[in-house]
Each structure stands twice: as structure tokens, then as C-alpha cells.
């Protein structure tokens, strides 16, 4: 795992790129934003990266993949696997980058202005094989229409599609992953289904860090999933501010997933400062204000279809990133290294 750390309080230990070495391949999964470009470099470097065959993208949201045009200018001889819905505004990602300023501000400038992928270093497969490694694709709508999740040598690299991790001593934090704009509740429970139909020993997560055990884990973001539907809907007649006060309180009180909310490192100091609590409630409004934007539509019961189901919107678009906690990693081993 690279971290890639971003100049702003509470997406330290945030974003995270994935590196794997072994059966004669080596591959990076989601190599961030167009700012952290350079620390991803500096650190394939002090691995010894001199080559990498494949660019994994789980979805284009500019936190996950707007560094991939910059990264390809250092390793021009890399393909980059997508979702065939995303790979447009991979070639023109005026779009994705609109809309993030539109739902973003500050925090897509932080993220950095993508640069466009040459369409013929683009490939849309289901399977890919390269040396010994064979790589699945699994579609896992939800959090975007084009997000799909990797299956290597194990290990299940999820984006968001199975929410926002952070590890902590004998436990983790985890929050279903709303983007700002768009969110397909339907889809999103259908891909944590079929992601937990799929054999893995290794869960490894955009947002933050990985775990052993998969399958509980998945689980848990169902269960967690169906809760969030369910305090949205119960607080669904309250007014503006009220309906997001209310069902962040519930989801605190009531969800294990958010609950270790308060173990989660302080972003500034390695010990809680005098004033971390404040920051703390200011980084929980931040990171589950998503949600609660997201959830606030269905009030309003505006459902189009969508991907089979039904998605709830307002008024912006779904290509919109998503916003934090913190964490710590430990490079995973299997036969391959993701590093």
C-alpha cells in the first residue's frame, strides 16, 4: 500500500494507491490524485517500480485516478484497465473535473486538474492475463455507475464499492461510501452481494488500508448499509438541517461500522490535542455530511431509474469524489506482493 498524504486536516492516512509485484507483472491500482502524482512516484522508485504493465482503475473520480495521465508521462509503456463507462472522461476529463468543482470547491483544487489519457492506452477487458497473473473485474456499481472491483492473486482491491475503511487496533472504522451528487442504493447492496460471493483472503480498500477477514467485513457494510437506508427514511419528514442532525446522531449511537469514530487518530498531533474533539465533530460533519445530502433526496422521493434499480439524487451529478477520516497500513504479502 502508498499512502498518498494531502495538504489538507482530516485527509491524512486518507487516499491510498495500491502496488503489486509478483508472477512476472507488476501492477498499480488507483493511482490517486492528480497532486499526489509525485509522492506515488517517489515511492514506486524506493520500491523499485522501473516498469509497471497495468493501471487498475476502479472508478474516475478524481481522488482515485486524475493522476493517471501525469503518471503515464514516467511509465509510458502502461495500460490502463477501466470500467468501459468511465473510460470517456478519461480521454476528456473536462466533466469529472467540472463537476468536482461544482461539489468539491477547495477540495478538487487539493486534488488537482486530471490530464486526458490517450485513448490507445486504454483497455475495457472483464479478464485480464499478464505473466502468470490472471486479473477479474467485478462490477460494483453503487458509489459510481462505471465502478468495478479487482480480483489478483487473492486479494479484492474494492475502491469504494464496499465503503471507507480505516484500521485500528482490534477493530475498524467503516462508512458506506456516498459520494456528493449520487448514490444507487440498490446497486451499491447488489455489488457488496456478489463482492461477497467472490473467494479472497485479502480485502483491500481506496479508503484505508485492508483486512483478513473479507467476508465479515462485508457483512458488516451490509448490515451497515441497510441501517443508514433505514434511520434516513425514519427521519424522511424532518426539515432541512434537522434531517441530517438527527440521522447523523442515530448512525453514531446505533452503527458499530461509525462508532470507533472517536479511536480514529487526531489528524494534527500523534497524542488528542486540547481542542481535537472540536476538530474531530468538524471532520465527522465533513465526511458524513455525503451521506446525509445524499439521503436528504430521498425525502423528496425523486427515484429514476438506474442500473436496474433506483437512484437517489440532487440536483449534481455522480462523478463527485468523496470526503474523510485517518489511518495507518501495513504492506500485505501473498504470492505477489501488493505493496
Known amino acids: 500500500m502508498v499512502d498518498l498524504p494531502l495538504p489538507m486536516t ?20 488507483d493511482p490517486g490524485a492528480a497532486s499526489t502524482i509525485p509522492a506515488l512516484l517517489s515511492a514506486l522508485e524506493q520500491r523499485g517500480a522501473k516498469t509497471i ?9 478524481i ?38 468543482l461544482r461539489n468539491l470547491g477547495e477540495i478538487a483544487e487539493m486534488y488537482g486538474r486530471p490530464d486526458p489519457v490517450p485513448a490507445d492506452r486504454i483497455r475495457c477487458e472483464e479478464t485480464v492475463r499478464i505473466g502468470g497473473l490472471t486479473i477479474e473485474s467485478i462490477e460494483t456499481p453503487g458509489h459510481a455507475p462505471h465502478q468495478i472491483a479487482f480480483r489478483l492473486d487473492g486479494a479484492l482491491f474494492t475502491g469504494e464499492a464496499a465503503g471507507i475503511f480505516f484500521p485500528l487496533a482490534g477493530a475498524f472504522y467503516l462508512r458506506v461510501g456516498c459520494p456528493p451528487g449520487g448514490f444507487d442504493y440498490p ?19 481506496g479508503y484505508y488500508g485492508y483486512t483478513h477477514d473479507a467476508r465479515n467485513t462485508l457483512d458488516l457494510a451490509l448490515r451497515q448499509l441497510d441501517l443508514w437506508m433505514s434511520v434516513a427514511r425514519k427521519h424522511a419528514g424532518e426539515p432541512e438541517g434537522a434531517f441530517e442532525e438527527k440521522t447523523r446522531e442515530e448512525l453514531l449511537a446505533t452503527d458499530p461500522g461509525i462508532a470507533r469514530f472517536w479511536d480514529l487518530p487526531d489528524q494534527n498531533e500523534g497524542a488528542l490535542a486540547p481542542d481535537s474533539q472540536h476538530r474531530r465533530i468538524q471532520t465527522l460533519s465533513r465526511s458524513e455530511i455525503a451521506l446525509c445530502t445524499t439521503l436528504s433526496s430521498h425525502r ?10 433506483s437512484v437517489l439524487k440532487n440536483t449534481t451529478s455522480s462523478f463527485g469524489p468523496s470526503s474523510p477520516p485517518a ?13
Open 53 to 61: 504493465d497495468l493501471i487498475l482503475l476502479t472508478h474516475v473520480h
Open 63 to 100: 481522488d482515485h485516478s486524475g493522476g493517471v495521465g501525469h503518471l503515464l508521462s514516467s511509465y509510458p509503456e502502461a495500460r490502463v484497465i477501466c470500467h468501459s463507462r468511465g473510460a470517456p472522461h478519461l480521454i476528456e476529463p473536462a466533466e469529472v473535473w467540472n463537476v468536482s
Open 300 to 309: 423528496s422521493r425523486r427515484e429514476a431509474p438506474h442500473q436496474g434499480g
Open 327 to 339: 489511518a495507518q497500513s501495513h504492506p500485505p504479502r501473498g504470492t505477489g506482493r501488493p505493496v
Open 187 to 205: 446497486a451499491y447492496r447488489q455489488s457488496l452481494e456478489r463482492m461477497r460471493s467472490v473467494d479472497a483472503s485479502l480485502l483491500c480498500f
Open 10 to 29: 482530516g485527509f491524512r492516512h486518507f487516499v491510498a494507491s495500491w502496488l503489486y509485484t509478483g508472477n512476472d507483472a507488476t501492477v498499480l491500482v
